[in-house]
């Protein structure tokens, strides 16, 4: 029989280096400290990151280079632990990404957000303003990025459902309009290629009000042979603390088990 869904690990989250990191205790060291003492088997840290090989970054990317990132090394090692270092970049959509393909090895994980979309005039058009047109380019990111030329195994889709997807309204309501054929389609190919699927403690607080359309895109991964790990996404020390509850229901509600976990290669 297989275990239940191990909920002791973070491979997405941030640390100072990070610019939407206000907390100055939030270092490499700390975190990884604090992830030992909770028991945790793996935390890989994902600082923003925008290559300086990439043209077109935003303002606020721009200083969170690789070397700004891989600052962070030589991150703290621990018995028992796998101490790991990625990185978090971004999709702007037309196969445009934030790290040259060259660039993936210097990472052990790459986090790929395909719903920044509170970044209007950079991940997001302007004229995108409706449920029914934010679920069409969110099917159509999806599937350019599933079907990047990057090594897909060691990849991350984040945070598929957070509220950042649309900010002016509910997100089940976007995903309730998605394709359900296309849907299937590309999470075949993520889970034919590798990549892990995200489970954020901030991307189900439309749960409780439409459980249905909250779970149905992770529902559709699962099918599809996807496998999925947690992430706190924490900006602060104290967010770690506060992702072991809201996984544990999500993974529960999905029936998931160790053998449906992601791990980094």
């Known amino acids: 029989m297989s275990k239940p869904f191990s909920v002791l690990h973070d491979i997405h989250c941030h640390s100072f280096l990070s610019s939407c990191c206000s907390d100055e205790t939030c270092t490499a060291e700390n975190v990884f400290k604090q992830a030992k003492e909770m028991g945790y088997d793996t935390l890989c840290l994902t600082d923003h990151l925008w290559d300086s090989a990439v043209p077109g970054p935003s303002n606020w990317y721009a200083p969170q280079d690789i070397p700004h990132v891989l600052s962070a090394k030589p991150v703290p090692q621990y018995e028992g632990m796998r101490c790991l270092l990625g990185c978090e970049t971004e999709y702007t959509g037309n196969g445009h990404l934030g790290l040259a393909k060259e660039h993936f090895d210097l990472f052990d994980f790459v986090v790929i957000p395909p719903n920044h979309m509170h970044m209007v005039g950079f991940v997001r ?3 995108v303003t409706t449920p029914a047109q934010m679920a069409q380019l969110f099917t159509e990111r999806l599937d350019e990025i599933s ?6 195994e060691k990849v991350g889709i984040a945070h598929i459902t957070c509220p950042l997807l649309f ?3 509910k997100v089940c309501d976007v995903v309730k309009l998605m394709d359900e054929d296309k ?7 993520f889970a034919a290629r590798g990549a892990g699927i995200e489970l954020n403690r901030g991307s189900f607080k439309e749960l409780d009000e439409d459980p249905e359309n909250a779970l149905r895109l992770y529902r559709i991964a699962k099918a599809e042979g996807c496998k999925f790990y947690c992430s706190s996404d924490s900006h602060t020390m104290e967010g770690y603390k506060s992702m072991g509850a809201i996984i544990r229901r999500i993974a529960d ?3 998931l088990t160790e053998d449906d976990r992601y791990i980094i290669p």
């Open 125 to 127: 058009p302007e004229d």
């Open 147 to 152: 079907k990047l030329d990057i090594p897909m």
């Open 167 to 169: 900010r002016e309204g």
């Open 183 to 189: 849907l299937h389609e590309i999470f075949a190919r």
């Open 253 to 255: 509600l999905l029936e």
